[in-house]
């Protein structure tokens, strides 16, 4: 059972245009999320975070939205760049309830690839 | 530079054999994690640990051993009980036990199985 889904494989974006990255969970539980970009062959590195009480993060180029009702958060990158092109990979757990695992679930991943 | 050495980046084994992937950190991280990525595949937790000498398994564990005898150090055991080994192993770290610790991963042990 997947408590966290990314939906789109893959999504091709024109350089300068905006890449919107969706992600969506199960677990009500979930408190805290990530999201990760990742090249091949290579570790996953960190990118932005959001908690549950915010619906919206901003670092720069990359923005994290966050429906709770919907059980749903995205990835806005403005503007996209051809060093964008990775798979992506949105992250949830329990970190606030106290009742947490202290585990990562993580998605399927999403491939970006930006267009020159 | 502080971080997360994996090794050996790849390395090939005959079925029927055990192979120990090794990990090491110097960013004096609390927690540290194993995850294997299959193409198509998120990422899947396989053991994880939060303090020396103490580890539980994550969702994937079968067929797979590891210890914790240092802090800086989670080497992981690939079994011959693993049924499908062929994969990217993925070490990870974190400071502290939360679930809103950020990890740091290392840059991943790629195993193929003859």
């Known amino acids: 059972d997947q408590q966290v889904k990314q939906n789109s494989p893959s999504l091709s974006v024109q350089e300068g245009r905006i890449s919107i990255l969706n992600c969506d969970y199960t677990n009500s539980m979930f408190d805290y999320f990530l999201w990760y970009k990742k090249y091949p062959a290579e570790g996953p590195t960190f990118l932005i975070s959001i908690s549950s009480i915010k619906d919206k993060n901003e670092d720069g180029r990359f923005t994290v939205f966050l429906n709770k009702s919907a059980k749903h958060l995205s990835l806005h990158i403005v503007p996209s760049q051809p060093g964008d092109s990775a798979v992506y990979f949105c992250?949830?757990?329990?970190?606030?309830?106290?009742?947490?695992?202290?585990?990562?679930?993580f998605g399927k991943g999403t491939k970006l690839s930006v267009i020159p | 530079d502080g971080g997360i050495t994996q090794s050996p980046k790849y390395l090939f084994r005959k079925e029927g054999q055990n192979v120990t992937l090794s990990c090491e950190q110097n960013l004096n991280h609390d927690a540290m994690y194993w995850y294997r990525q299959d193409p198509g595949q998120g990422l899947r937790l396989i053991y994880y640990s939060q303090i020396v000498n103490d580890f539980q398994k994550g969702d994937i564990a079968e067929g797979y051993s590891v210890s914790r005898e240092k802090k800086e150090s989670f080497p992981l055991t690939v079994t011959s009980a693993q049924k499908n080994p062929t994969a990217f192993y993925l070490c990870a770290s974190s400071i502290g036990r939360s679930g809103a610790n950020v990890l740091t991963f290392g840059a991943g042990s790629r195993l193929t199985v003859l």
């Open positions: 992250a949830a757990s329990v970190a606030y309830s106290g009742a947490g695992s202290y585990q990562l679930t």
